[in-house]
């Protein structure tokens, strides 16, 4: 069965008359403005599928942004904290560590205390032996009673009295040493009690604020994770978008060369009946080939280059390994690349992996087609540029992620993505 073609470049028919001037020789017609239209209109659904994704995607972005500066800003605040308390516990810390001096130096007048005490306790020992054991009071009036004369009496009472308010002194410093000994050791060990309860709280504090920031930091991490992925798809969408928008271009340049062409039949055919009521000759058409140093098939496609068939589509070990999106053909020299059927080129630009690349939008019996053209080393066709089967389109080179001179060529069924997911085997459909 006869297929029926709708390309992307049109021209008028062989034999009809003259060409439009640019306009490629070879030509099938299109299926109808309305059916360029509508494809316009489907492709046109596509964006706007995908500019809902893309605002949904830069929301996500906001909401992620919104959620950092929180996350970011909690960090911030347990920094602060956590160089408060750090500032306390060093603070505490020093304050413990005058303590335990002043703590070394009671322990030092303790020392001191205790020598007093000893001495004071040799001295009333003294006492006891001469009068606490014997009695006490009993021994002191027997001193008295043996006063030989009034006059040794008052001097014994003097002594006597003496005696007795320096061993009451004695006890008194005594007892008031073991006070002040024991008050303030009590102080000094509350406040080191206190001190130390203190830096125990703290110490848990900050090991409260160092678990809460791990957790913020790992929330960080996970959001910046986030980010990037959504980052990912927001590149890849709007890279879906702009082959869409070349695609619609690409499109609309289709209709706008059938109207063209639709015009140009009429006048045509307005001036062979003319030229034929007035029994004139018509003018002879002509029309220029395309270039092209390779025999172009029959069909609705043919071969994109000369050369070796040198990797096929489907993975493969070499090369880094992966899946392979298209073939590769290899030919040394100036080799020449046409296309490989009838089009418009949506996109004709210089990618990092692709090298100098050129693609080209087919519509077949209603049906949108891709074809892929990288690693050129030269590119002889623009943007929305009608081609037609076999005219060249550039030359084979080794740009971009390339290992020798070699053209990577890919067929797509619908319009190229980052994702591939159109890509078919272009092996019995593309004579290769």
């Not at 695609?247 to 063209?260: F, G, N, P, R, T």
């Not at 050369?307 to 489907?314: C, I």
Request: hydrophobic residues 40%; glycine residues 8%; charged residues 25%.
């Amino acid at each position: 069965m006869k297929k029926t073609i709708m390309i992307l470049s049109m021209a008028v028919t062989v034999g009809l008359g003259t060409a439009l001037t640019g306009f490629p020789d070879r030509i099938a017609m299109a299926e109808s403005i309305g059916e360029l239209e509508k494809k316009s209109k489907e492709i046109q659904n596509k964006k706007e599928g995908i500019q809902n994704e893309l605002n949904q995607t830069e929301a996500q972005l906001n909401e992620i942004s919104a959620e950092k500066a929180q996350v970011n800003a909690e960090i911030n605040r347990i920094d602060l904290a956590i160089g408060d308390t750090t500032a306390k516990i060093t603070e505490k810390n020093q304050q413990i560590e005058e303590k335990n001096i002043e703590i070394t130096q009671l322990n030092k007048e303790i020392d001191v205390l205790v020598e007093r005490i000893k001495a004071r306790n040799e001295v009333l020992k003294d006492r006891a032996r001469s009068y606490q054991e014997s009695g006490g009071m009993v021994s002191y009036i027997e001193v008295l009673v043996g006063a030989e004369s009034f006059s040794d009496f008052i001097d014994r009472v003097g002594a006597v009295a003496v005696i007795l308010e320096a061993d009451q002194d004695i006890l008194a410093e005594h007892n008031a040493d073991k006070e002040a000994l024991e008050q303030k050791q009590a102080q000094v060990e509350k406040e080191l009690s206190e001190l130390e309860a203190m830096r125990a709280e703290l110490a848990k504090l900050q090991a409260d604020l160092n678990v809460q920031k791990e957790e913020k930091n790992q929330l960080m991490a996970s959001l910046l994770q986030e980010e990037a992925q959504v980052n990912e798809l927001k590149m890849s969408l709007e890279e879906q978008n702009e082959n869409l928008a070349a695609q619609d271009s690409a499109v609309q340049k289709a209709i706008e060369l059938e109207q063209q062409r639709q015009a140009e039949l009429k006048r045509q055919r307005e001036a062979a009946a003319q030229a034929a009521a007035a029994q004139a000759s018509g003018p002879s058409g002509s029309s220029s080939s395309a270039v092209s140093t390779i025999p172009v098939s029959d069909g609705t496609f043919t071969r994109p280059a000369a050369g070796t068939l040198t990797s096929g589509f489907g993975w493969r070990s070499f090369n880094g390994g992966g899946f392979h999106y298209g073939v590769d053909i290899a030919k040394g020299g100036s080799v020449p690349i046409v296309a490989a059927a009838d089009g418009v080129v949506s996109r004709s630009y210089s990618s990092s992996s692709y090298g100098e690349t050129i693609m080209i939008t087919h519509i077949i019996d209603g049906q949108t087609y891709t074809t892929v053209y990288a690693h050129l080393s030269s590119r002889s066709v623009g943007n929305l540029t009608a081609v037609s089967k076999g005219q060249v389109i550039g030359y084979m080179g080794n740009t971009g992620d390339s290992y020798g001179q070699h053209l990577h060529f890919e067929l797509h069924r619908g319009a190229w993505n980052a994702a591939k997911s159109n890509a078919i085997n272009p092996v019995g459909i593309v004579p290769l």
